[in-house]
């Protein structure tokens, strides 16, 4: 493909060397990372780490920041660019010209196992030893990979793809153009016991799960169904690998959750928030619109719209790194302190009251 | 159902309104979360947080705790009421009156692959794709759900419960009254390498895991068989999802974990001991019986009964909550200990010895 | 089989009590752990902690260290021995002579579902319901257990195992001398989304995960392939269960994490690296050759080789052991300092500048 045409492509406001030299208007035969790309391929530059491999790399083109040093260097050395103000963006949109990810054809496995009561729309995709239970209804292009296991009364929205070997329990409300990944388990019963004398009581939980459209779930993501009332990821919501969301949560719009995120019962997270990996939230603690918390953060209180959070327990993230940066001296801090004690006994006929 | 019948079978010691007036018994179609609760459902309060939700919900009748301002104030209101010292465990019965799980009827799924030498009882359930090895044994009433995979020996104890998608690898022991739920991994080899000149050489891990009656395994929870001996969860033990127990390990009775908590080799969990979510323990630790670690907690090493540790490395919680509240604090403690320093040296003709 | 044959075939230098008494080579009938161990069975020590077991075991034979009062406590107890410097290898290797995990028999079970464009090696084992796509290869002896999907153009290679239910996605090489245990998921698309005004864009993932020979994945475990170039797990690593693997890591060879670890996208793991339960590391961050990082470690920079690095954000192990002790100790230390503050303003008359 012409870069000419992948320039046309993307969607993006974007300058590009064809606009200086309409003839050097490179075969690109795919894409590939700037540190490994070799002559036919186009990468892309972010960031400072990244700018240093204009100078390396063996892309036949670039997508550029809006950089005119960067611009020049590439040219200089007959790299074909295109400059934008958000590479990534661009170059993900370059990616999908070149790759679209497996997907079987229509059409229903002889082997999967179909309740008679479910039904599906147009163009479904069911794939080998698929098992779908009664009262299931699924939307239209549907796709849905081998060995997977719905229970009753699960609905799944237009284009939903569940990957092979996920699991779909009882009345799990999917929406349209989500992503399930393999091993996930959505809608199973909450993990509801109740303390007595004779051990712990299980709480039936006779809720459901809501996911909205456009979500993503990541590999064995784990979200679980609540005693009454919903568990609901909210539109557009992408979570990463080995999540767990608890009964009862409430995830916003827009949220992303980097992988073995964990949030215990109730918790409610606003639109937009950001929690990276590893990241736990106690029971019923609210999440404001466009928080972040950083890796591992403990946070067991609410956390406020827009607030960035680091730490166990969490703290606003200036407090944090402050704080941390003083912890590793607390040894030489703690001997300071005993020095000038001793320091203030000697000067002092008596210690201190 | 009429909220006298419930208050009848919750088999709980309760006050109810209908002492006071008899004929006000609502029929009640179903439970709700208190803040969602419509006319003719019964909902709960429980807790300081939610008791100002008795003035707002929608609820016919509620379960209150041995509070009369609450119960006034229902009766005020028109709500119908139980009252009783566990409300949470009225709910969980009540909800039990009107939900029950899904569970397929008896049978085995002409689709089922099961080994000639393997033996079942009376009423089991075995769905569609599931295989089962040589010489698995199946109890009364266990009911297996679609796809669930069976390794050789294993032996499933009456009325327990296998989600789909879940592995029971060879010679485990599961007894009964358990379920285990989607994607959880029982009886994997444990991780058992040690250390050559050649590389990692594989310690065989010739044990088996014992599943006690009454426990609870969540979703993509792994828990691996040791090198030799066995590794144990005790009678009534509930665990979350994406846990890990590690080869080898020896969780008591009625314990409870929640998520993503993670054990390594040889711990040793006593009876009614509590993890929140996260918590990690090292090879070989001892927790003793009820004793509770807070979320994200790390230990190292044993725990005495009764102990609550918090942090990373544990520590008993009131040092830890202490010592939390102070670091946040560190830069200004730390400024302030420069400045006394340099007023004590002003103050004095010469620095600190 | 006798101890002395044990001897013979665990192919490590060791000295045995046969030296001194030829006549007395115990029968010996299984493995057994050094407090459970009965009469017949070979149990082994290593380490204080366990020392203390010879005088109670009831083993008739023990693999010892090159401790010669624990040799003459055990010959004196009537325990036949074999001792030698490293005795969990020792044992790990009397093990494999007395137990082998389970492995079905070669043979294609019928109910596997397989394009007719995939191909295979000889004596390959492929159990029920096992799905295989368009241009998958395996090696020679690969065993695949029940339930597992395997997406096109996969490789497999020589003597592989795959766990039931586990999932290797689209393109992913395996090479020879794998183990990849149930639920693991191989190649899945990794995390990659773009922030734009509508909502995060997806980035398609081109690449694909490249595991070489010798490689232990653990239950539930991900490794997600990249927008572009490979993801790769090096020779001879092992992998425990629940670990992330995000999209575009390169973790070298003979590395070993336990359980819970968790890495995002772009990490560079040296070879020979140690990764203690619950470990993250950031973004693009990368580790040296021989580094350990203790459990619950959060690593967001560069490690050099052989560091050893511990706590949150992750520090040299001996700053954070140092800093840690002081931390429990800070509520006294505040008041410390706030009692000098007090003594110094008495002192002078002023308060410090």
Redo the contacts between chains.
Sequence with gaps: MKLSTIAENIRIAAATSLEANPSHDPDIAG???VD?AVAGTL?YIEGD?FAQFVATTGASALILPQNEALQAQATERGIAWISTA?P??A??RA??L?????RPAPGI?P?A?IDPSATYGENVSI???V?I?AGVHLGNDVCI???V?I??GVRVGDRTVL?????I??RSQIGADCTI???A?IG??G????P?AE????????GYVVIED?V?I???T?I?R????VTRIGR?T?L???I?I?H?CQVG??V?M???V?M?GGVKVGNRVIL???V?I?N?ATIGDGAIAT??A?I?NDIEPGEIVT???A?PHK??L??????????E??K??Q??????E???SK???
């Design positions: 894409v590939a990372a490994e990468s780490k958000d990534r963006l170059f993900a990616i999908a070149f790759y679209q990810p497996y496995h082997s196992v794939g080998a030893n098992v239970s990979h081998p060995n296991v229970y009753p990957h092979a070997n996920c699991t329990q009882e990944h393999s091993g388990v199973a019963e993990f509801g016991f109740v007595t051990g712990w009581e299980k709480m039936e939980q006779s456009g993503r990541g590999g064995n784990c679980d609540p005693a009454v009332g557009g992408k990463d690998n080995l767990q608890a009862g719009e827009a992303v980097a992988s073995q964990g215990a990276a990996g590893q736990g106690a019923q890796a591992k403990g067991h730490g166990i327990p703290l407090v944090f402050k704080a941390s940066a003083i912890y590793r001296r607390l040894p801090m703690y300071s302190l020095k000038l004690q001793r320091a203030f000697a000067a002092n210690p201190p009251q």
